[in-house]
C-alpha cells in the first residue's frame, strides 16, 4: 500500500534559522508527492507537489522540497523560518484517485 | 472568489440524531472529497466522488453517508450509527490529473 510517515510529531526553530519537516514515502511505482500546511481551525492549504523531473521542487511562501528517490524522502525546507510559518504541516502521496496522508508535524517557529 | 465552502462551522449532534454537513464548491472541480481529522491522526478518507451520481466509499465510511445530485454539492451525513463522530470535518475538491485537493475551513462536530 502507498503511504507516507512523518517521523517528527514536532519541530522547533528559531526565526531566520533554516527549517526542515521529514518525510518518508513507500509506494510501487512512481510517487506523486505533496505537501500542505493548516493552521488552526482552517483547511489545508498546498504547498508544493512532486511528480516527476528536478528533485528540487519549490512551492509557496518560499518553501521548498528535495526528493530524493534512494532515501525515499521528501523532505519540506524553508531557508529562514518566519514565526507565520507556525502551523501543522502534512505530507500526503497519491494513491489511486485518493491522496493518503501522514500524521502530521506541528513546526513552532520562535520569535 | 472561487473556493469550497463548508458550513455549518460548528455543529452539535444529540444522541441517536443524524446531521448533514454541507460542502458547495465553485470551483467546476470533478472530484470531491470528505475526510476526518482527529489529533495525531491526520486525515482519514470518508467518502469521494469522482464525478456527479457517483461516489466511493473511503477508509472509515461506516456510519457516514453521502449523496452528488449536483457537481457543485457533496453533503455529508453522520448517522446515529457512527459512534464516536466527535471530530474535524474537511472537504475538498480537485479537477483531473495529479493535481492539488482545494480545501475548505471544515466543521467541526461534537457530541451534545
Known amino acids: 500500500a502507498q503511504s507516507v510517515a512523518q517521523p517528527e510529531d514536532q519541530v522547533n526553530v528559531a526565526e531566520g534559522n533554516p527549517l526542515t519537516v521529514k518525510c518518508t514515502y513507500s509506494v510501487s511505482g512512481n510517487p506523486y508527492l505533496f505537501w500542505y500546511v493548516q493552521y488552526p481551525n482552517r483547511g489545508l492549504q498546498f504547498l508544493l507537489k512532486y511528480i516527476t523531473g528536478d528533485n528540487l521542487v519549490k512551492g509557496s511562501y518560499g518553501f521548498e522540497a528535495e526528493f530524493n528517490k534512494s532515501q525515499t524522502s521528501f523532505h519540506l525546507k524553508k531557508p529562514s523560518a518566519l514565526v507565520s510559518d507556525s502551523a501543522l504541516y502534512f505530507c500526503?502521496?497519491?494513491?489511486?484517485?485518493?491522496?493518503?496522508f501522514g500524521a502530521g508535524t506541528t513546526v513552532t517557529v520562535r520569535a | 472568489d472561487g473556493g469550497i465552502t463548508q458550513s455549518p462551522k460548528y455543529l452539535f449532534r444529540k444522541e441517536g440524531q443524524n446531521v448533514t454537513l454541507s460542502c458547495e464548491q465553485n470551483?467546476?472541480?470533478?472530484?470531491m472529497y470528505w475526510y476526518r481529522q482527529d489529533p495525531g491522526q491526520g486525515l482519514r478518507l470518508i467518502y469521494y466522488s469522482q464525478i456527479v451520481n457517483d461516489f466511493q466509499k473511503g477508509d472509515i465510511a461506516e456510519g457516514y453517508s453521502v449523496s452528488r445530485e449536483k457537481k457543485e454539492s457533496f453533503p455529508l451525513t453522520v448517522t446515529s450509527a457512527q459512534k464516536n463522530p466527535t471530530a474535524f470535518y474537511l472537504c475538498?475538491?480537485?479537477?483531473?490529473?495529479?493535481?492539488?485537493?482545494?480545501f475548505g475551513d471544515g466543521t467541526r462536530l461534537s457530541i451534545l
Open positions: 475538498a475538491s480537485k479537477t483531473f490529473g495529479i493535481q492539488p485537493q482545494h
Open positions: 470551483l467546476n472541480h470533478d472530484a
Open positions: 500526503a502521496v497519491r494513491t489511486y484517485y485518493k491522496l493518503s
